[in-house]
């Protein structure tokens, strides 16, 4: 008699890992962490920024990599694997400054681990990734607390209008020299010494963008009296 054959076991799809990291010890270090879970299936390994760009095309769920590769800067690599692409990129750095942990976040990771994370954070990092999350390291998380009390950063004041426009000392002073009157005779009539009227006219220049005497009393619409 026989038996009806027993229906398969659904496959279970699991989540595809890249492993982008150039020190061997430490790139080991994190195919044992998945090994050992064996919840996770890796698709690749790199050891630098060019390997690691070769891995898109496998279309993993989730890069775990370094930023400071002998060939390339792992910030470079981010906005790659984020184009057009559902893959995560949790970054795992021995770097924890805060300009490094900023500017990752900002190239698009998805977390950013540091390296002395245990397995069981590392592990972790990655389920929360996968799930949508953005684990941060303690460490690092202090950086985006600070920047979240500073706010954003106030942009550069524009030029007041008034610093463009010419003082009743400087009119005076061309219109000295619309009389004809030279720097010395100007200064003397105006009280003031030939270095100062030196420092007016430099000051007259900027305003009105211009390179001559003749030319800023065009522009004040004023004209040479001889």
Do not use: C, W
Not at 82 to 93: Q, T
Not at 120 to 143: H, K, N
Not at 163 to 175: A, F, G
Request: glycine share 8%; aromatic share 4%; no cysteine.
């Amino acid at each position: 008699m026989s038996h009806p054959a027993e229906p398969a076991a659904p496959t279970v799809r699991l989540p595809r890992i890249a492993i982008i990291e150039d020190d061997p010890m430490v790139r080991q270090y994190f195919v044992r962490i998945l090994s050992d879970n064996q919840g996770f299936d890796i698709v690749g390994i790199a050891p630098d920024l060019a390997t690691g760009r070769a891995l898109i095309p496998l279309k993993p769920d989730l890069f775990l990599m370094d930023i400071g590769l002998p060939d390339g800067s792992g910030y470079d690599l981010v906005p790659e694997i984020k184009a057009g692409s559902a893959a995560k990129a949790l970054i795992i750095s021995a770097f924890g400054d805060r300009d490094t942990v900023v500017r990752a976040l900002a190239a698009g990771a998805d977390g950013y681990l540091l390296k002395d994370s245990t397995p069981a954070q590392v592990l972790d990092g990655i389920a929360i990734t996968l799930d949508g999350g953005a684990p941060v390291s303690p460490a690092a998380a202090v950086y985006l607390i600070e920047l979240l009390r500073e706010g954003p950063r106030p942009t550069p004041a524009a030029p007041l209008a008034e610093d463009t426009r010419l003082t009743p000392r400087e009119i005076d002073l061309l219109q000295a020299f619309a009389a004809g009157h030279s720097y010395k005779e100007a200064a003397r009539i105006l009280g003031i010494s030939p270095h100062t009227v030196g420092n007016h006219v430099k000051s007259i220049y900027r305003k009105l963008e211009v390179s001559s005497r003749s030319e800023a009393l065009r522009a004040a619409g004023m004209k040479p009296g001889r």
